[in-house]
């Protein structure tokens, strides 16, 4: 298998888009018609979020380079959301998509070890996003397991919240704390880069801060961003522009709710309408 | 049900040890005779850790006022992890001991929202642990939810790894990073103080820096702090004193490897050496 930097841009390139689908399934956000099939308890909604992503993924996911789960949602569900999950990684791996399981991880030593052969075995997954708050050894670890699988890891930067600043704001040296942690992820994609001038280990910036988006990128040459917040958080095509290198590379940008549920619960239309908003969100973020 | 804080002191003074003890189990240090009998994968991974961790709890379960599972181990073990993980929850309650799920979750609102919930409901823990690296908008629904059902959050603060200090000792305005998360935690404990004094939002500070847990003791009295790190990782009964108040409260210390593997797997007598461990370590760390 080669470089996970140059399967993306690959990926990117084939499919003409940087747009990652993420599921984010929400039960209250369900179709109707769907959601009336199943018990409101944990199980219920394991499978009622496996049928919803699962249409999705059938619309959409030939389309995309790359699908983002949420964690937190299928976790919600207990071991029945667990089992859910691997089986969209799975369906969006053999849809050609390449797969980042977001739960913002972070241990210690063999714990984070632990967490990242869940993510990379067990989940099948081609990567996943990691917290950077606890340090060097708190992240080393993701970054081997990684390596020994050919797969990535995305470090939460900068994130796309109302509230990121409280600590990532922070000046130290001159400099923000998210720079600090930018200034880091880069050494560590710098350890293996991939033919196309992209490490294995990529950032978290938001789409909601354009302009620290652009000096990220201009920092930070190695580094693909994983870019949230665009669509129903307010980032913009314009916003998200800064991201890239010059060559429309070195960046996906992810889109949940704005696919996922561009419908009101009872529209009988449901399908059309994440079709619509699939082809809407390609068409405004198309890579030359 | 009364203050998370206040619950937790009552069951300090009544077992008289500030004592945790930390769920972590590892599949290369189970006793042989035990790991013996289970497949290794996922699912007999899964079996074998209920088996171990039931017999740990069966023999120290009802003497230590704290029991903290660490997810990421039973969450390497698949969706049978998280039921095995929900059942030693269930069992360390009924044991009459408290529960703090260490997941070191975080994300933003209603997926922050979704995560809190899964620990509170589904798992039926009373507290967690999270990373506050998001900011404000990503604590806060935990706290939310957490005060909803009575419970307690325990955020990072100063973490007991030898990396740990990477991002969390920058200085900013004259103090490191972990100094300022520090404060917004002690902001959140002040929202809700029960009886003892103490709030219902505490900071996980390392054994392994005893000079820091000092100065946080006097920073944050309102704060009760998680204090890992003891034990195998280096940290002493007279390194984690200065975590406590002077009557004796303010801390919870945990102990995992210590307590669950002080033997070589291969010893017959693995169950004798984890009371006398424990026995140990309930007389280093005793309260008044």
């Known amino acids: 298998m080669s470089h996970f930097a140059d399967r993306l841009n690959e990926l990117i390139r084939k499919r003409g888009t940087p747009l990652c689908l993420g599921l984010d399934p929400r039960w209250e956000s369900l179709p109707a018609s769907l959601r009336v099939r199943y018990d409101d308890n944990a199980e219920g909604r394991a499978e009622a979020y496996r049928e919803f992503c699962s249409r999705v993924l ?22 029945a959301g667990f089992e859910v999950l691997r089986g969209l990684i799975d369906k969006a791996r053999q849809m050609g998509a390449m797969t980042i399981l977001d739960g913002k991880r972070n241990d210690i030593a063999s714990t984070a070890t632990a967490y990242a052969e869940a993510t990379f075995g067990l989940w099948g997954a ?3 996003t990691v917290n950077p708050y606890l340090g060097r050894d708190a992240v ?28 990532q704001d922070l000046v130290c040296d001159g400099r923000p704390v998210y720079r600090h942690v930018g200034e880091r992820v880069a050494e560590w994609a710098r350890a293996n880069v991939g033919g196309d001038g992209f490490g294995d280990v990529g950032a978290v910036v938001g789409a909601t801060y354009p302009a620290e988006l652009a000096q990220l990128r201009a920092a930070l040459p190695e580094v693909i961003f994983l870019v949230p917040g665009f669509g129903a958080q307010g980032g913009t095509a314009d916003h998200v522009r800064a991201a890239f290198r010059a060559d429309g590379l070195g960046a996906v940008v992810n889109s949940s ?24 969100t390609i068409g405004a973020l198309s890579v030359k």
Do not use: H, M, Y
Not at 58 to 79: H, N
Not at 258 to 275: K, M, N, Q, S, T
């Open 58 to 79: 059938d619309l959409v996911g030939s389309r995309v380079p790359v699908v983002k789960p949420q964690a937190a949602f299928f976790e919600a569900c207990g071991p």
């Open 126 to 128: 081609d990567s996943l």
């Open 140 to 167: 080393e670890p993701f970054v081997t397991a990684a390596r020994e699988k050919r797969g990535g890891v995305f470090v939460l930067v900068r994130t796309s919240n109302k509230g990121a600043g409280l600590f």
């Open 257 to 280: 709710r704005g696919i996922l549920f561009p419908f009101a619960p009872d529209a009988a239309d449901w399908e059309a309408r994440v079709v619509k908003a699939a082809d809407d």
